[in-house]
């Protein structure tokens, strides 16, 4: 008989996005007239539909796919096609950092590579994760029974927490615009990081999926902007909110060609070939015409047309947040972020929150606990949904509070 994993075994049974379904599924099943009328506003899923000029890059490599001379079969790199590379590599350019398009690699979504990109580290690091969090970063450390410490953000510190200087730890979970709180790290507080993790020998990975949502100049869109960075930083940034491809995958990580680490017989390694050579016995690459959409996003049409969604959904971030200003309710986020964190009414649990927004609202959000221990207490709302919603969800907010 096979032994399984047992790190599986101390976890939670179902990710959090699967209980609050099996919960909303349960009420929609015992009130089915008031479950037509349910607005979601928890999971962090798009709904503008994608460029049209995206659409037209990708049904043209879809076409080039049908003829022999244009046929793309395996990709000879596993990286990416050099033409999105270098589409990237440009798009960085245009807000003043500079990354080789050698050191982009192209993957089906940043979810996948935050999770994956911990096969190339030993079991015996050290995790440091600030709390709350994207569940991804801590179930797949703990999946491989990693140590996992806790950096606390909170309502004193702004949902943007700074480290212990007192503490080590060997790789660091960094995420701004933050997912699930809206806060921001500011250059200094990045370069506070920075200098952290060069003192311990530490590597971030900076989640970058919210960047184009930023806009306040002084944020950083690119921990590549912070001095010092390349040596201790690997950057993941994704299409999913930038331009709608959550239903596409697609997006890319960014490790630099100056980021080594020493092994345990001294040599220098390079974190770049390491993950390369990962990728190419797991992944076989994302699809030839996704990436031909991929790239039209970073044309001057393609950007265009995709600040317009997101400035739609920036405008249903302020709805919202004029609201909560309304009645008075502390949040984060919502100004370089769409999502917008919420201190629960009257002190009540997050869970319970969810509960009472679910069966007198007929409104799903996504209850803070389920990031963190610190996000007991809060709850998270997202702005990627129809207008017309969102200004009815809130008004159905205003009526239960």
């Known amino acids: ?56 890059a990708m049904k043209k490599g879809a076409d080039e796919m049908s003829v022999k001379e244009t046929f793309k079969g395996y990709e000879d790199s596993g ?55 994207y569940p991804v970063y801590v ?34 979970y960094l995420c701004s615009p933050n997912n699930p709180t809206g806060s921001v790290y500011t250059k200094d507080q990045l370069k506070v990081w920075i200098d952290y993790a060069l003192k311990n020998n530490a590597i971030i990975i900076y989640d970058a999926a919210y960047e184009a949502f930023i806009t306040e100049n002084d944020i950083p869109r690119s921990i ?14 994704s299409l999913s909110k930038t331009a709608g491809f959550t239903g596409m995958r697609c997006g890319y990580t960014v490790v630099p060609r100056e980021l080594v ?5 001294g040599t220098e390694v390079s974190i770049s070939q390491l993950w390369g050579r990962r990728q190419g016995s797991k992944f076989n690459g994302v699809s030839y015409p996704v990436q031909c959409a991929a790239a039209a996003v970073f044309t001057k049409e393609g950007l265009r047309e995709i600040k317009q969604n997101i400035q739609y959904y920036q405008e249903n971030a302020r709805i919202i947040s004029g609201v909560l200003n309304e009645l008075g309710i502390k949040y984060t986020g919502g100004k370089n972020s769409p999502y917008i964190w919420l201190k629960c009414p009257n002190n009540i649990g997050s869970w319970e929150f969810f509960d009472k927004l679910l069966e007198e609202a007929n409104v799903v959000g996504t209850p803070g606990a389920g990031f963190g221990k610190n996000g007991e207490g809060w709850f998270r709302l997202t702005a990627f949904g129809d207008r017309d919603k969102t200004i009815e969800a809130m008004e159905r907010f205003k009526k239960i509070i």
């Open 139 to 172: 179930d797949t450390n703990l999946m491989n029974g990693r140590k996992v410490i806790f950096a606390d953000s909170n309502e004193e510190n702004g949902f943007a927490a700074m480290p212990d200087q007192n503490v080590h730890a060997d790789l660091i």
């Open 79 to 133: 990286a990416g096609y050099e033409f999105l590379r270098e589409a990237v590599s440009d798009y960085y350019k245009s807000f003043g950092v500079d990354v080789l398009a050698d050191d982009i690699r192209i993957n089906d979504g940043a979810k996948a590579d935050c999770g994956n990109i911990v096969d190339i580290f030993g079991d015996d690091n050290t995790v440091l994760i600030t709390d709350p969090a």
């Open 1 to 56: 008989m096979p032994t399984i994993n047992e790190n599986f075994l101390k976890m939670e049974k179902n990710y959090l996005f699967i209980n609050i379904a099996k919960k909303i599924k349960a009420y929609s099943d015992a009130n089915p007239e008031k479950a037509k009328n349910i607005i979601r506003m928890g999971i962090g899923d798009v709904t503008l539909p994608i460029a049209k000029c995206v659409i037209d």
């Open 261 to 265: 680490v020493k092994a345990s017989d």
């Open 224 to 237: 590549y902007e912070i001095n010092g960075s390349k040596k201790c930083a690997i950057e993941m940034c």
